[in-house]
């Protein structure tokens, strides 16, 4: 508990090392170096090449139109749980963790099955004699993937930064004359930014760089800069070319760091 | 009016999110072997499950690696928390930005990154290699929820242990710990789930012919998703449900022992 | 008699099938320093609560200056409240904080820029206008609640235990404070607390409240002189509450010795409560004693001694300047007029005691 302790940071502080900060490392030098080990930018320029290009696009695209449904759907139910009783915390929290010990991979596998075109959901609606969803194998399945599989990590950060603001902070914004919607702009909505940075950055990235998703909804019609990374790794085995794609990956990442280094110093916004 | 509208919302985020589930545990009971269609009701996938020799040995796996790589994350990740109290500021938020470094970036770049390491070390790819990344990913998760719990405690309890005669040792297990068990112990089944849950890490950095549940659920999309799979899905499913309902059932028995 | 401004109808209210408080009955009336004080649990806050709207009651009426406010939302109220742990908008400046209320009603910006010198200037801090409430002392930031709720000239000033988190000094300056302002805005206050020195020092008016109903009310004085009932006076100050025989009136027996009182209309041989306060015990030689007793305890207390005399089967707790050592055999001696008789309680709860201020 006292400075004489330090030494104890060194298992922890060389683990990082080893396994954080020179694996990163490692992919700068082969994304910088061809494979006489020259150097080379050409693995990074490669992501203007068309079919590059199109699928850090489309990635971009799906994964920012994930985040938002993400976030629509969230910030009301964390508003709603943050305001039910406090005691009840790690029973919500255990809500949206418990789904994670069924197989990530069997539960996207299950939407074809509940989407399909004769799938449980297209039977619901003719049975209600509504028009039937064909969004199986499109991009909008995709979202829909991205949406279920990271939405807990969107609600959780966001319940955590609701829950702690507190309730006489509320009721002072409307003792002061504002109405709810004045009061939902100018008090909870800026109070709770470290909890939409985190949760923004928690489903942007593993919607950005996913590999899987769009392989089992997307009926691998679009190729996802994920999988155009994965397959330079497992079938190709072009290490130096998924390096440097990984690289431009990780401008994103970087800068979504930096967003929640600003936004959310204190860590307000975390997940548990 | 408003209450009722609440509570329709949440159900319906929550039957949102559990659907897919009831559909898995719906299939396991199915007779006819796609996923298609029903051929009516069935237990023989239970039965079959525990004659599948391959699924058997990636579900021990996968509680192997992720029982051991959460111990250990748990105890790197602890001693880490204790020891980041007496450091300087800026040593303190250095380290913890590199903590959040595995969390924040994506998994699949951890993965190659980590792929990349294990081959320029000549490390063999297997059991071991997922085991490492394992720990690396579970280490942010355990200090993420002892820090809030170590910033709560009273230097003063642990001080008037010393006072009163303790050893270092003794007064930081006696005092501290207690209080910073519950952190430890969610951090622990935090990490366990999410080694449980991996599938991009372990596909970089597994070896030939070793699978986890994830991969070898991934390795069976492409030739059809053997029956069995959906009916270990649903007992390891089941099993984490009852064990927790019976954890939130007695809340009074739990302040009493407190 | 001044106007009366707010009155509290048969006020009910539970929570979870619990009675916080039952048929409350409150009248306030303009520039008057009102406190609800009590134990925790006993209804203060949600009275308080009630009047700023933050809850409704479950039966009863809210009257404001002649109307009936009771379904009217908080930020519709000509109230300002001042909350316990202050309530600053942490992510805004100090003079964003106070121009909030002020923005909503869409001052100008001269008006606005006006209001928040004048308020930083009454609550003695000029120049922060443009600091964030965490870089203020815990004192500093309850004058900012308070600066954030006056400029928006309400009528009426809510505060809940609004000294709580200060250290005894602080806590002494800032009564101060606050008597003062209350004088410079000529507003009415409702105060919350549990701390009856506070109360003391501050009120016009005291409401003592236990278990949901209000057991007095009355000035300072009279709360700590003539206490209705042995919960204000045991709330109230150290006291000696003794069962006692109301005799015939002026005549009560107290352990037995009769002692000549003041107060009337009790009827004969009545079984009563007498109340004598500490300081109004008087210790004398034995012989020129009413009751004899011996010091069983003594302690040093600065302005005074306290001291425990053992007489007549009763610990007497007496507060004197001259010092009597223990052991010592002493006569007890009381002035008519330092009796207080109260009636006995009719049940464990004690009976609610409506009256009009």
């Known amino acids: 508990m006292t400075s004489k302790n330090k030494w104890l940071s060194t298992p922890y502080i060389v683990w990082s090392v080893v396994f954080i900060i020179v694996p990163l490392g490692m992919i700068l030098y082969y994304g910088l170096t061809d494979a006489t080990g020259a150097f080379t930018l050409d693995n990074i320029t490669a992501i203007a090449s068309a079919g590059h290009a199109k699928a850090l696009r489309v990635s971009l695209f799906l994964s920012l139109v994930s985040t938002l449904v993400c976030f629509l759907l969230a910030y009301p139910l964390a508003m709603i749980l943050a305001r039910m009783q ?38 619901v609606l003719t049975f209600l004699h509504l028009p039937t969803l064909k969004i199986i194998n499109t991009p909008a399945a995709i979202v829909l993937g991205m949406v279920y599989n990271f939405l807990p990590f969107m609600v959780l950060p966001l319940y955590n930064s609701l829950a702690k603001i507190d309730v006489n902070v509320i009721n002072a914004a409307r003792d002061l004359g504002a109405n709810h919607f004045y009061t939902f702009i100018r008090i909870i909505l800026p109070l709770s930014v470290p909890g939409i940075i985190s949760g923004i950055t928690m489903v942007f990235i593993p919607a950005l760089t996913t590999f899987v998703i769009s392989a089992l909804l997307g009926g691998g019609k679009l190729l996802l800069i994920g999988d155009v990374i994965e397959q330079e790794f497992t079938r190709t085995s072009n290490w130096h070319l998924g390096s440097g794609l990984s690289m431009v990956l990780m401008i994103f990442i970087v800068i979504n760091m930096i967003l929640s280094a600003i936004f959310d110093k204190d860590g307000e916004g975390s997940m548990l | 009016m408003k209450t009722v509208a609440k509570r329709i919302y949440i159900a319906l985020i929550i039957l949102f999110l559990y659907a897919p589930i009831g559909i898995l545990m719906v299939l396991s009971f199915n007779e006819s072997k796609t996923r298609a269609k029903w051929g009516g009701f069935t237990f023989k996938w239970y039965i079959a499950l525990f004659q599948n020799e391959e699924i058997l040995r990636a579900l021990f796996n996968t509680l192997l690696i992720a029982f051991t790589s959460s111990l250990i994350a748990t105890v790197i990740g602890t001693v880490a928390c204790i020891s980041m109290t007496g450091m300087k500021r800026r040593a303190k938020s250095i380290l913890m930005g590199i903590t959040n470094i595995p969390m924040l970036n994506a998994d699949i770049v951890t993965g190659i990154s980590l792929m990349l390491l294990y081959i320029s070390l000549g490390i063999r790819f297997g059991m071991g290699t997922i085991l490492l990344s394992h720990i690396t990913f579970n280490i942010p998760y355990v200090i993420l929820s002892v820090m809030p719990r170590m910033r709560q405690i009273n230097i003063s309890t642990y001080e008037a242990a010393l006072d009163l005669g303790s050893s270092p040792i003794h007064a930081f297990f006696k005092v501290v710990f207690p209080d910073l068990l519950p952190g430890i112990l969610s951090g622990f089944l935090m990490a366990f789930t999410m080694s449980l849950d991996d599938f991009i890490i372990t596909h970089f950095t597994k070896g030939v012919g070793v699978d986890t549940l994830s991969t070898k659920i991934y390795t069976e999309i492409k030739k059809g998703i053997k029956p069995e799979m959906y009916a270990l899905s649903s007992l390891i499913f089941v099993t984490v449900l009852t064990l927790l309902v019976l954890i939130n059932l007695s809340p009074t028995d739990k302040k009493k022992a407190e | 008699m001044k106007k009366e401004l707010i009155q509290l109808i048969d006020i009910s209210k539970s929570f979870d099938g619990q009675m916080v408080l039952d048929e409350l009955n409150l009248h306030i009336h303009e520039n008057e320093f009102v406190t609800l004080l009590g134990p925790s649990g006993c209804g203060k806050t949600t009275t308080l609560r009630i009047l700023g709207g933050f809850t409704g009651p479950d039966k009863g009426r809210v009257v404001f200056d002649g109307q009936d406010i009771t379904q009217i939302p908080p930020n519709k109220r000509q109230l300002n409240t001042v909350f316990q742990k202050y309530a600053l908008f942490t992510h805004m400046t100090i003079a964003e904080n106070i121009a909030f209320g002020l923005k ?20 003695n801090l000029d120049g922060y206008e443009n600091r964030m409430p965490d870089s ?34 602080l806590r002494q300056e800032m009564q101060y404070e606050l008597i003062r302002m209350k004088n410079e805005l000529g507003i009415t206050f409702v105060y919350v607390t549990h701390d009856q020195e506070e109360a003391l020092t501050m009120s016009d008016t005291i409401v003592v409240m236990n278990q949901g109903y209000i057991q007095q009310i009355g000035s300072p004085e009279s709360i700590y002189n003539e206490p209705e009932n042995a919960f204000v006076a045991d709330f109230i100050g150290e006291s000696n509450i003794i069962p006692a025989t109301m005799i015939e009136d002026k005549l009560v027996s107290i ?103």
Not at chain 1, 89 to 113: D, E, G, S, V, Y
Not at chain 3, 158 to 164: M, N
């Open chain 3, 104 to 123: 909503i009603r869409k001052k100008s910006k001269s008006y606005i820029d006006d209001k928040i010198r004048y308020a930083l200037k009454l609550v």
């Open chain 1, 86 to 123: 406090t005691k009840r915390h790690n029973f919500i929290i255990l809500i949206f963790i418990l789904p994670m010990w069924m197989n990530f991979l069997l539960r996207t596998l299950a939407w074809q099955t509940l989407l399909e075109k004769n799938g449980v959901i297209n039977h």
């Open chain 3, 136 to 169: 203020l002392s815990g004192g500093q930031q309850q004058r900012i609640a308070i600066a954030r709720a006056i400029v928006n000239e309400p009528k009426v000033l809510l505060l809940d235990e609004p000294l709580g988190a200060l250290d005894l000094k």
């Open chain 3, 255 to 357: 352990l037995g010795t009769r002692f000549a009182c003041v107060d009337t209309g009790f009827g004969n041989n009545c079984p009563v409560d007498v109340v004598i306060r500490p300081e109004d015990v008087i210790l004398v030689e034995p012989s020129e004693g009413i009751i004899q007793g011996i010091v069983s305890h003594l302690i040093f207390k600065g302005v005074h001694y306290e001291m425990e005399v053992q007489a007549c089967g009763f610990e007497w707790l007496v507060h004197s300047t001259t010092l009597f050592p223990v052991g010592k055999e002493v006569g007890i001696r009381v002035d008519p007029f330092n009796i207080q008789i109260m009636n006995k309680p009719e049940s464990e709860d004690e009976e609610a005691v409506i009256i009009d201020i």
